[in-house]
């Protein structure tokens, strides 16, 4: 038996390294070299194109508790994210052409593996096969998908922040610290904002020119990954409540909060070059060079790469797909990433780690359905929701709304106490799981650690000025 995977991104390459573990053998099937989507920039495997951030690193957020999970699951993708981690504060991030060429050595290199390069542009006829091909599907297939499930249930955008040189930034007039002093101090560029330079600022997003969607385009945002400039329009403080939140940002030469601030994140180990935490944006290229060289620190900053705007595809998990995540309408046609319906890079991977092993143990004679973690997991969860019907489904990061809820005295506990004993169940009812599906642990585990990452954390207001 040869499973078919389609996508060399995250999903896919965790699906298929799954499955081979398992003894089954997989044909890879990843588009690139022969084509890249217009936000590739690589040949490589399983590449970041958008951040070289996982978020939150603590157990008591939401998307760290999962990251632990897959590690105990003995995930390809968490094992290679350890390898190349780069400091990031709170976060998780990880140097990203050293992560794909980790991951393309690795899943190259297994046995049972078969890497093939070429565009899939049709769902193949082979059963079973994964759809694994993320936010950058192809037109073709996606049009395949969409004579299935429907056109209406596929596109939507996102946009993708800009990467700045290190030796342009202006140090005369940033800081380097990160949110409450978590982690090390020269984690993050900090480009403070008064309240008239903020002003400003926002003003000229408003104003900017923007990429226009072709017409018969229909632009449908991913609430999380709002644009810049999306966000300026919702209202004035807006940002300063979003991305240029100032909450836990000591100003060492004024001894203060900022009114606003653009952070800046690592994104090599040597960092020579930062990404601009949060400002995804559709602005023209000329335009992100004039507004962004308003923030201070900025005003000379050579831009490694611009941001730009690309098609997110996914369908409506809860009507579409069965519980198998395969397409109701065409049974052994998994889908697994973003393209199932969940949102970002951890997300993408947990799928496509979970449809492996399910899948895995299915073809041993097990039902897929029997092999799923337990609600009571992040995995578990993030599954979940894949099965919830909406009025309207959108896309969404693991967040811990989505676990079952607490009893009894449970419900009574603080916001933080009650994160802690909810990451604590979780990993217990993880336990007997992972002995079921024979999952091998890769990690070492860590003990809980009761602090919730800054980047994920409710923002409070700046102080006053």
């Given at each position: 038996m040869t499973v078919l995977v389609v996508g060399g991104g995250l999903a896919g390459c965790e699906c298929a390294f799954q499955l081979a573990e398992r003894g089954i053998d997989v044909r890879l099937v990843e588009q690139k070299p022969d084509k890249r989507t217009p936000a590739q920039v690589g040949d490589g495997l399983a590449e970041l194109v958008c951040s070289n951030s996982f978020r939150g690193a603590a157990l008591t957020n939401a998307v760290g508790l999962l990251k632990e999970?897959?590690?105990?699951?003995?995930?390809?993708?968490?094992?290679?994210?350890?390898?190349?981690?780069?400091?990031?504060?709170?976060?998780?991030?990880?140097?990203?052409?050293?992560?794909?060429?980790?991951?393309?050595?690795?899943?190259?290199?297994?046995?049972?593996?078969r890497r093939e390069s070429g565009e899939i542009t049709e769902i193949p006829s082979d059963r079973p096969v994964v759809i694994a091909t993320g936010p950058?599907?192809?037109?073709?297939?996606?049009?395949?998908?969409a004579s299935i499930v429907g056109a209406e249930h596929l596109a939507y955008y996102d946009a993708i922040a800009p990467i700045l040189s290190a030796a342009s930034i202006d140090e005369s007039k940033v800081f380097r610290a990160s949110r409450?002093?978590?982690?090390?101090?020269?984690?993050?560029?900090?480009?403070?904002?008064?309240?008239?330079?903020?002003?400003?600022?926002?003003?000229?997003?408003?104003?900017a020119e923007k990429v226009a969607p072709r017409e018969f385009e229909k632009v449908r945002y991913f609430e999380g990954c709002l644009p810049v400039e999306v966000m300026a329009e919702r209202g004035e403080r807006t940002l300063a409540f979003g991305p240029m939140k100032p909450v836990g940002l000591t100003d060492p030469r004024t001894g203060r909060w900022p009114y606003?601030?653009?952070?800046?994140?690592?994104?090599?180990?040597d960092r020579t070059a930062f990404n601009m935490v949060g400002f995804?944006?559709?602005?023209?290229?000329?335009?992100?060079?004039?507004?962004?060289?308003?923030?201070?620190?900025?005003?000379?900053?050579?831009?490694?790469?611009?941001?730009?705007?690309?098609?997110?595809?996914?369908?409506?998990?809860?009507?579409?797909?069965?519980?198998?995540l395969s397409l109701v309408r065409a049974p052994g046609v998994h889908l697994a990433g973003q393209v199932a319906?969940?949102?970002?890079?951890?997300?993408?991977?947990?799928?496509?780690?979970?449809?492996?092993?399910?899948?895995?143990?299915?073809?041993?004679?097990?039902?897929?359905?029997?092999?799923?973690?337990?609600?009571?997991?992040?995995?578990?969860?993030?599954?979940?929701h894949l099965r919830t019907p909406t009025d309207r489904y959108q896309p969404s990061n693991v967040i811990f709304s989505m676990f079952p809820p607490l009893e009894g005295a449970g419900k009574q506990l603080r916001k933080r106490a009650r994160y802690a004993v909810l990451?604590?169940?979780?990993?217990?009812?993880?336990?007997?799981?992972?002995?079921?599906?024979?999952?091998?642990?890769?990690?070492?585990?860590?003990?809980?650690?009761?602090?919730?990452?800054?980047?994920?954390?409710?923002p409070g207001p700046p102080p006053a000025m």
């Open positions: 999970e897959m590690r105990r699951a003995g995930s390809l993708v968490m094992a290679v994210g350890d390898e190349v981690r780069v400091p990031a504060g709170g976060a998780f991030a990880v140097d990203r052409e050293a992560f794909s060429r980790a991951m393309t050595a690795r899943i190259t290199a297994h046995p049972r593996i950058l599907t192809g037109d073709a297939l996606a049009a395949s998908i409450y002093d978590k982690g090390q101090d020269d984690a993050y560029v900090n480009c403070p904002l008064d309240k008239a330079q903020y002003a400003a600022f926002v003003e000229a997003l408003r104003g606003a601030v653009v952070q800046l994140r690592p994104e090599d180990e995804q944006t559709r602005m023209k290229w000329p335009e992100q060079k004039r507004v962004f060289s308003m923030i201070p620190g900025l005003e000379n900053v050579e831009f490694l790469r611009y941001g730009s705007v690309h098609r997110n595809t996914f369908v409506d998990a809860p009507r579409v797909l069965a519980d198998d319906g969940v949102e970002g890079y951890v997300e993408s991977a947990a799928c496509g780690l979970v449809v492996g092993i399910a899948l895995a143990r299915s073809l041993a004679g097990e039902p897929f359905t029997a092999s799923l973690p337990p609600r009571e997991t992040a995995l578990g969860s993030l599954w979940s990451a604590e169940r979780a990993l217990a009812a993880l336990l007997p799981w992972l002995e079921a599906v024979g999952a091998t642990k890769l990690a070492t585990a860590r003990t809980l650690e009761r602090v919730i990452d800054d980047e994920t954390s409710e």
